[in-house]
Each structure stands twice: as structure tokens, then as C-alpha cells.
């Protein structure tokens, strides 16, 4: 049974770098595209990207230029940064695995536990 | 604003079957890419319901059904139970956006 733990550091101040990994414990590593989505307090699910193992990424065209989505294919892990982060990014952010449901369509099957990034002076 | 939408709430009463719509465009269920449907428990992380348009992963009840129509989608949920009392999310992909997008969400509550 596939597991996905997820884990970073926080708070954080205004201008400052989110960082977070998701480790993938069980299944395939290397067949799927790996995903972080995050969802605001309130708020609806956001997708920021997804990398697959040979580091070929997509982002969020409207974080793209703030985002880098990282794989560590040795270590079954997969990273998150967010530069220049404000209370807007204030949010829960998950690490999911992208499964296809077609061959243009994926489907999130495997969550992280989630984690609360607070953003604040 | 999300490129699909969906009702913000929706209620009824235990074994009352309920529909769950979630309207898109021309670049997103229009263009033929799959809908998937997530629930939401409170404080949890989504879980897959429908993948597929109308595929349910296994140990989701058969009372749990999607469909799609053009711009559309629906999830369809019968035999309301107070545990089907949670968020529920539609997603697919947008190629106008170029990402990846999700419904705003419909909060069901069981009366």
C-alpha cells in the first residue's frame, strides 16, 4: 500500500522560501507524475505541479515563476519551494500522486497527511 | 474564480438521493478530458471518489455515481448517509488555463 509522508519547515515570514519534501513509501516510484496541491484555510484545493521521474515538470502558470518542483529518485522523495511567499500563500499544502485516467487526464489517488504553512510578520 | 463551477451548498435528508453539478467550458469537460470527483471529511485530506468521469475506486459504495455531458459533470449520491455529510470536489484539466483545476467545492450537508 503506497503511503506518502510529507514534511517542511514553519512558520514563515513575508519574502522568506517554503520548503517542503513527501517521501513515497511502497509501490512504484517511477511510473506516476508527483504532485503538490495546496488548499487556503476555507478555501478550495489549488494545483501548483507536478514532476515526473526524470524531472520533467508543469507548473501553475499563475505561481510558475515563484515555484520549483524537485524529485530525488534515489531517496523516493519529491520536493517543494515557494519563493517570495505572503499571507496569501498561507495555506494546507498536500503531496499527491498523479494516477492517469486516460491518456490526457490524471486523478490524485495517494494524499499526504497535509501540512499547515502559515505566512506571517 | 474557478474555471469550474460548482453550487457552494447543497443539503438533504438521510436516504434522499442528491445531484452535485459542476459546470465547465469549452477548454476544460468540453474538450473531452475526464472529470474525477473528491470528498472532503473535515480536517482530512481529499479522498478519491469517482476517477474517470463515472469509475469508482474500490470500497466506494455503488451509491456513489458520476456522469458527464458536454460542459458538464454531476456527482450523484443516494441513499444519503450522515456520513456522506462533508466537501466534495470536481477536477479536471483546463487547456486554456494550462493547468490542472479544481470546482470551488460543495459543502453537502445530511439534515
Known amino acids: 500500500q503506497v503511503q506518502l509522508h510529507q514534511w517542511g519547515a514553519g512558520p514563515l515570514k513575508p519574502s522568506e522560501t517554503l520548503s517542503l519534501t513527501c517521501a513515497v513509501y511502497?509501490?512504484?516510484?517511477?511510473?506516476?507524475?508527483w504532485t503538490w496541491i495546496r488548499q487556503a484555510p476555507g478555501e478550495g484545493l489549488e494545483w501548483i505541479g507536478e514532476v515526473n521521474r526524470y524531472g520533467g515538470t508543469n507548473y501553475n502558470p499563475s505561481l510558475k515563476n515563484r515555484v520549483t518542483i524537485s524529485i530525488d529518485t534515489s531517496e523516493n522523495q519529491f520536493s517543494l519551494k515557494l519563493t517570495s511567499v505572503t499571507a496569501a500563500d498561507t495555506a494546507v499544502y498536500y503531496c499527491a500522486r498523479a494516477d492517469p485516467s486516460s491518456y490526457d487526464s490524471s486523478f490524485y489517488s495517494v494524499w499526504g497527511q497535509g501540512t499547515l504553512v502559515t505566512v506571517a510578520s | 474564480q474557478s474555471v469550474l463551477t460548482q453550487p457552494p451548498s447543497m443539503s438533504g435528508a438521510p436516504g434522499q438521493r442528491v445531484i452535485i453539478s459542476c459546470t465547465g467550458r469549452?477548454?476544460?469537460?468540453?474538450?473531452?478530458?475526464?472529470v474525477q470527483w473528491y470528498q472532503q471529511l473535515p480536517g482530512t485530506a481529499p479522498k478519491i471518489l469517482i476517477y474517470g468521469n463515472n469509475n469508482r475506486p474500490s470500497g466506494v459504495p455503488d451509491r456513489f455515481s458520476g456522469s458527464k455531458s458536454g460542459t458538464s459533470a454531476s456527482l450523484a449520491i443516494s441513499g444519503l448517509q450522515a456520513e456522506d455529510e462533508a466537501h466534495y470536489y470536481c477536477?479536471?484539466?483546463?487547456?486554456?488555463?494550462?493547468?490542472?483545476?479544481f470546482g470551488g467545492g460543495t459543502k453537502l450537508t445530511v439534515l
Open positions: 511502497g509501490g512504484s516510484f517511477n511510473d506516476y507524475y
Open positions: 477536477q479536471t484539466y483546463d487547456n486554456s488555463v494550462r493547468a490542472w483545476v
Open positions: 469549452i477548454s476544460n469537460i468540453g474538450t473531452g478530458y475526464d
